[in-house]
């Protein structure tokens, strides 16, 4: 260890990079095998730290060894194969190492002036994922829109959220903030994180107004009509609504273009949130899902979720940049330089809530560069076809019931004895530790949530999991 400085230099650096790296190579190696939920008890893992900081700077291996025998136990493994839970949150090894050396390099991309290449790889970036999406075009940084890269879809839908504020009150509410009047739009299905938007901006959660759902869990687009004429006819101001493509619960697809009618018609922002199943549209066959996406104002979907890009990661498209710019804009003299008064150039700290930004266009890139169109569309129709693989063993089996559609990677399903059945298979699968899946309520039924969509899941871990379930029945 450097005794002078403190820091750790290139050399050894170099040395621990290494041997970092070569940890990382093991562990998705061996990731497989190790149990899928911690057995960790609440304070386990604290217990066996000490608690107060180390005086003298410790060797990097002491680290690494802790890592190895108190972390990782501790930890639940998102990464295995046999993680099936929630919606995936997957990686690759592209995307891993940009984020490396995004965090060696270090740059602050609040500004074009601040890392130009930081601001262009950005743009060009989010305009490839348009088109691997196939996006409409107003989402291009060529148009009057364009994307940029939030943390997360909760930061996408509140960033959505505050331009509709704003567009509704003829930018009046960031100065007064709201009077109350401002109303808000979603299924009863859409996820918990716009409800948090709607506090945040202001609005209450009062106005947040919760449209009830087909027998598919879509939104009724004919509710959501009456909904809005209701609230203007009591002088109310609708200004936002949010469509789910991929719902969390069970991948319900909201009707994008009616919703995106009517929206338009009473001159409501649509935001749509397809924040695990946008990856899906790399498959032209999967593009369906976004019919109607040309009548919504933003789009936002979580490269951190489907498509191999480590947290965080969410791709948030606007149709019309202006209404989100001069929303969130505020310049102060530290700030100005003659590039952003030029007007030629991005400046991202604007389409955003903080200040200060990663560089988080470079894992995207690296990951989009190694896998390729093509790879992206193998990995996604595999996770699919294995989805409706098991989808079918559901449907065919006498104890289980599928709870809703499989229209991509996310099965739901409760066994046919009730409730307590259900509890209990689910148990049995996440006690074991040889797989992990999870659970939702709909139409007031527990069922069980299998999400395929880890880097390296394949066949023979989603049949795996189907014996571990009938095993669990079986011993009912
Ligand atoms: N929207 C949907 C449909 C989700 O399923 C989730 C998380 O699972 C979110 C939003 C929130 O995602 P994030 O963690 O990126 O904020």
């Known amino acids: 260890m450097s005794s002078t400085s403190h820091h750790m230099t290139p050399d050894e650096f170099r040395r621990w990079g290494h041997e970092t790296v070569d940890w990382l190579a093991r562990y998705m190696e061996e990731v ?4 899928v939920v911690s057995a960790a008890a609440p304070g386990d893992v604290r217990a066996k730290l000490p608690s107060a900081p180390p005086e003298r700077g410790e060797p990097f291996s002491a680290v690494l060894r802790d890592l190895d025998e108190i972390i990782v136990p501790g930890l639940t493994h998102w990464q295995s194969p ?78 959505a959220l505050l331009s509709a504020r704003e567009r509704a ?36 959660s009062d106005q947040l107004r919760l449209i009830d759902v087909d027998y598919e869990y879509a939104l009724r687009p004919d509710l959501l009509e009456q909904a ?34 009517i929206c338009r018609r009473h001159g409501v922002w649509l935001h749509v949130d397809a924040a695990q199943a946008g990856t899906a549209a790399v498959c032209p066959e999967f593009r ?32 019309d940049r202006e209404p989100l710019i001069r929303t969130l804009s505020i310049l102060p003299e530290y700030l100005r330089n003659q590039a952003s008064e ?36 193998f990995h996604v129709r595999r996770h699919v076809a294995l989805a409706q693989r098991f989808a079918d063993w559901v449907r065919d089996d006498l104890d289980f019931v599928l709870a809703a559609p499989v229209p991509l990677n996310l099965v739901c399903f409760s066994h046919r004895a009730g ?49 571990l379930i009938r095993e669990g029945a079986a011993s009912l």
Not at 169 to 192: E, K, P
Not at 350 to 369: E, H, N, S, T, V
């Open 32 to 35: 497989e095998g190790l149990p």
């Open 82 to 159: 046999n993680f099936f839970g929630y919606f995936p949150a997957n990686t690759s090894g592209p995307a891993a190492l940009g984020e490396l050396l995004s965090a060696g390099m270090n740059v602050q991309g609040m500004l074009w002036a601040a890392s130009p290449a930081a601001t262009e790889l950005e743009t060009l970036v989010m305009d490839w994922v348009a088109q691997l999406l196939g996006l409409p075009d107003g989402f291009r940084s060529g148009s009057a829109g364009g994307g940029v890269i939030q943390d997360s879809a909760s930061s996408a839908a509140l960033c």
């Open 169 to 204: 009150t003829g930018y009046a509410a960031n100065h007064r903030g709201c009077d109350g009047t401002l109303t808000a739009y979603a299924s009863t299905q859409v996820h918990s994180s716009v409800e948090k938007a709607v506090r945040v901006a202001g609005l209450g």
């Open 228 to 261: 809005i004429r209701a609230d203007e006819d009591a002088g109310l101001r609708p200004c936002y609504a949010v469509a789910t493509v991929g719902t969390t619960s069970s991948n319900a697809v909201d009707p994008l273009r009616e919703i995106g009618e």
């Open 288 to 319: 369906h899902l976004h019919d109607g996406l040309g009548l919504a104002d933003s789009f936002c979907f979580d490269p951190h979720k489907w498509m191999f890009t480590n947290f965080d990661c969410d791709c948030f498209f606007v149709a």
């Open 342 to 377: 030029s007007g030629a150039v991005i400046d991202y700290r604007d389409w955003q809530i903080p200040l200060g930004r990663r560089f988080r266009a470079l894992k995207l890139w690296m990951m989009i560069r190694h896998y390729g169109v093509e790879g992206l569309q």
């Open 419 to 467: 409730d307590a059945a259900t509890q209990r298979v689910m148990d049995h699968v996440n006690g074991s530790g040889r797989a992990f899946i999870s659970h939702t309520r709909l139409s007031d039924r527990l069922v069980l949530r299998v999400c395929v969509g880890q880097s390296q899941t394949e066949e023979r871990h989603v049949k795996a999991l189907w014996d």
